[in-house]
């Protein structure tokens, strides 16, 4: 059986992850793996019930912080370690990744609370791989404008606060060890996806 891998993007809100999900899941099965493709928050039935809590009702920083790991744990032990398990590969729209970029750099959560909550949560795994597609706050805003749906809670954040998170996934990234991938979000779908298939080839050559 071959080994399943963890996959997760990220980037800050309208930097157009979601758009290459479905190019990144081609680009595994291409390899002849199968692919649970999967969000958070969210990604059980539970985990959906705390996605919407914590994009509609406010709530203090904290409390954020553990909502997004209560439902990463659900999604941990009954849709990632089974898949992985399995033999699946696992490509997932964000991780705790996110939590360090928005609660530690977006809300100023202790990092310190942060590894505790990791650790508790899961301590035997981490992604193999992130793609971090990294925008400017300004053409992200444009971005998601265009997109003309109702914003979220943290959608409806000020520039200075995505700023904050862009910078923490960045700082995130350098501290990875080569496992955060930074993607440059600027420029056309193609471009941008040219960019992650360079990425994708280097990570798993
Ligand atoms: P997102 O993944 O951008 O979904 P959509 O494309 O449908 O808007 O939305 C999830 C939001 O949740 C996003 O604003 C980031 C936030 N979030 C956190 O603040 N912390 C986390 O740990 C996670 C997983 C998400």
Redesign the pocket.
Known sequence: MSTGRFITVEGI?GAGK?SHLEYLASAIRARGAGVVVT???GGTPLGEKLRAM??NDPMEGTTEALV?FAARREHLVRVIEPALGRGDWVLS??FSD??YA??CGGRGLPASVFETLERLVHPDRQPDATFLFDLDPATAYERQRAQSRDP?R??REAAEFFRRVRDAYLDRARSSGGRIHVIDASGTLDTVRDRLARAFAKAFA
């Open positions: 809100d979601s969000r958070e928050p914590a994009l997004m729209d964000r996110a939590t928005y609660q979220d943290f959608e």
